[in-house]
């Protein structure tokens, strides 16, 4: 007969020698759950975001562009008595007034290297007019009930860039360019998105983006661009000016 | 004589220790973004008792100005924090440890018991298996709520491609209410958890890390 020669463990020998092992896991757990916090927010950044974080963004954006993003999904509309005040939130590009007389909107086809058509209201006001009444959302948190009507960006395209659907991006920009987003096609085509030129009921005020603004109910306030002075149909990503400060370049709702 | 008895299942252990890291990433990108609209208080009318969150927090923890990173964070650890608590409660249903966890129809009277028992120790604890009536009611809620965080995440999150989560949230500013107090939930349920802990000694904590803990038997 073979004897084992170890002595065996006591009960509390036992739980010294498991608890020193599972002690030991814990902490090497903490420093690589550290280690990993670390590294996500390290390296280059992109825009203002670490790009580690930025690939993430980019990867969330996929999940929903191919799993949940459809144009028939539409944003909540509200009756006329849940109008809200909404707050002026933002002044780039809106530096210097307005002259009504002076404004254009330039637009550049997919494809065209200079602008192919140069616009008034009049030629924006001729295409079908829609209302709508839905919660416009601060990318900050806060949202308010506001009403808006305008011509259908995808009516705007077929009429003055027709062709230009085929593009992945559209880009616009302040007629002094100081504020500028960029959308992917599938959200400026939203039947809901709207280049709005009247605002509960009344004309577009210069705080609101007077005389022509976007309001795409699928994204944060910050892509809801006021004042156009161009837009332009691209396979490039447009240059964002929130994306280039942090913000997710998608910012879809 | 004594025994070694298990307390705590491995995975249980592991899913525990995973979540307690990430809930906490949670909710601190979380406060980087409440930071940007703070409207929730305690008060009535004019009245507010509490605001969410004094200047003080907000100053002596440097979570200000920055909304755009702790979005990002955000949702990057949603994803693990969802996976993490998903496999957990798939575990639990499929081992039939949900039963030694949901509470039983006598939970609700034996958990006030256990109450006046922590208030009173002469008050006797009645009978339990691995978790006290108390224990399966609270561990519990916590677990639905961590579903209800992940819904009303959601809700807030793609409010138009996800638009009937948001209504049966309420709507989108009833989301974002529910999603913070839930948070809040986590606050108040981790200082009872903590101060329990304390209470339970060293050897009941040990048996969280190692699962282990030793008892005397007959």
């Given at each position: 007969m073979s004897s084992n020669s170890k002595i065996p463990l006591t009960p509390e020998q036992e739980l010294q020698r498991r608890s020193r092992r599972s002690f030991m896991v814990l902490g090497a757990g903490a420093v690589a759950g550290m280690a990993g916090l670390t590294w996500v927010n390290s390296g280059p950044t992109e825009d203002n975001l670490p790009a580690r974080l930025r690939s993430a963004l980019g990867f969330n954006e996929g999940v929903v562009r191919t799993a949940l993003f459809d144009n028939s999904h539409l944003a909540k509309t509200y009756p006329a008595s849940a109008i809200g005040e909404i707050k002026v939130n933002g002044e780039f590009g809106m530096d210097e007034d307005l002259d009504p007389a002076s404004w254009a909107l330039e637009v550049t086809s997919?494809?065209?290297?200079?602008?192919?058509a140069k616009l008034n209201m009049d030629d924006v006001r001729k295409l079908p007019r829609y209302e709508e009444i839905i919660n416009f959302k601060c990318v900050e948190g806060w949202s308010t009930v506001t009403q808006f009507a305008g011509a259908r960006l995808s009516d705007f395209t077929a009429r003055?860039?027709?062709?230009?659907?085929?593009?992945?991006c559209v880009g616009m920009k302040t007629p002094d360019e100081a504020y500028y987003v960029g959308l992917d096609m599938p959200s400026a085509m939203h039947p809901q998105t709207l280049l709005a030129y009247e605002m509960n009921g009344q004309p577009l005020e210069d705080e609101h983006g007077a005389p022509l603004r976007l309001v795409i109910p699928?994204?944060?306030?910050?892509?809801?661009?006021?004042?156009?002075g161009s837009i332009e149909y691209t396979n490039t990503r447009p240059a964002d000016y929130w994306g280039e400060r942090g913000y997710d370049w998608y910012a879809g709702l | 004589m004594q025994v070694l008895e298990e307390k705590h299942k491995l995975a249980t252990r592991w899913f525990h220790w995973l979540n307690f890291p990430l809930l906490t990433m949670m909710i601190v990108s979380g406060m980087l973004i409440y930071w940007s609209y703070d409207p929730y208080r305690i008060g009535f009318g004019g009245v507010?008792?509490?605001?969410?969150?004094?200047d003080w927090v907000y100053n002596s923890t440097?979570?200000?100005?920055k909304l755009a990173w702790g979005m990002a964070l955000h949702f990057l650890f949603a994803w693990i924090f969802a996976v993490n608590g998903l496999a957990y409660v798939t575990y639990t249903l499929v081992s039939g440890e949900w039963r030694e966890l949901w509470p039983e129809k006598k939970s609700f009277a034996e958990a006030l018991q256990v109450m006046k028992h922590d208030l009173n120790s002469r008050v006797p604890l009645p009978a339990q298996g691995r978790y006290n009536a108390a224990q399966r009611i609270t561990y519990s809620a916590i677990v639905l709520m961590g579903g209800l965080s992940l819904l009303t995440g959601l809700a807030i999150y793609k409010p138009v491609q996800l638009n009937w989560l948001t209504a049966l949230a309420g709507g989108y500013e009833w989301a974002r209410w529910e999603h913070f107090w839930l948070t809040m939930g986590y606050l108040g349920f981790f200082g009872i958890h903590i101060a329990q802990v304390i209470r339970a000694g060293w050897s009941n904590f040990r048996s969280m890390v190692c699962g282990y803990e030793v008892t005397n038997v007959q």
């Open positions: 997919f494809g065209a290297t200079r602008p192919s003055f860039a027709p062709g230009s659907e085929k593009a992945e699928v994204k944060y306030g910050i892509k809801n661009i006021k004042r156009i | 507010t008792l509490f605001h969410f969150f004094p440097h979570i200000d100005h």
